[in-house]
Every structure is written in structure tokens, then in C-alpha cells.
């Protein structure tokens, strides 16, 4: 089910007289509990980043030693934004 069903089903569930942070809280709550991560302008989605660190790795792995260090590089770089408020 994709973000805008998730909210849909939210959207049924408010009783009369709910308001909109109840709307908010229903949504969020939603898309939560589907395995979305909701972040803002500029953070940063830890989990993301790890896995594309991990593409970077496995290139280094599979590209032997002449990519290795580069794409060493890139991994290493990439997990440094995890640490990061960016």
C-alpha cells in the first residue's frame, strides 16, 4: 500500500470533531507503522545511508583491488553522514 492509501485508511478513522493534529498524528502514526521514515529538509535517513555504503562495499569487493580503495572511499564517506545534522 503506497503513502497516499496509508493516509486515506488514516482519514476513515477520525471521528467527528477530530482536528488536525489528530489528522497529523493518524497519518504519521500510519505511515509509521507501514515502515515509512518520515524525515525533514536536510536530515538525514540513517538506514538509507547505511545501505548505500553497503553498495559501495560490495563494489569494492567485486571489483578487486583497483576499485577497492576508491570505493573504500565512497563507503567511508557516505557512513560519515550518518554522525552528520546535514
Not at 16 to 26: I, M, T
Not at 36 to 46: F, L, Q, W
Not at 59 to 70: D, E, N, R, V, Y
Request: charged share 20%; hydrophobic share 50%.
Amino acid at each position: 500500500m503506497g503513502a497516499r492509501e496509508i493516509i486515506a485508511s488514516a482519514v476513515a478513522q477520525l471521528e467527528p470533531g477530530d482536528g488536525g493534529l489528530v489528522f497529523a498524528e493518524k497519518s504519521i502514526a500510519a505511515l509509521h507503522a507501514a515502515g515509512y521514515r518520515i524525515i525533514g529538509p536536510d536530515e538525514i535517513d540513517r538506514v538509507t545511508v547505511e545501505k548505500c555504503a553497503a553498495v559501495a562495499d560490495d563494489h569494492a569487493k567485486a571489483w578487486g583491488p583497483a576499485m577497492a580503495s576508491p570505493a573504500t572511499v565512497i563507503a567511508t564517506a557516505i557512513r560519515s553522514l550518518r554522525g552528520s545534522n546535514v
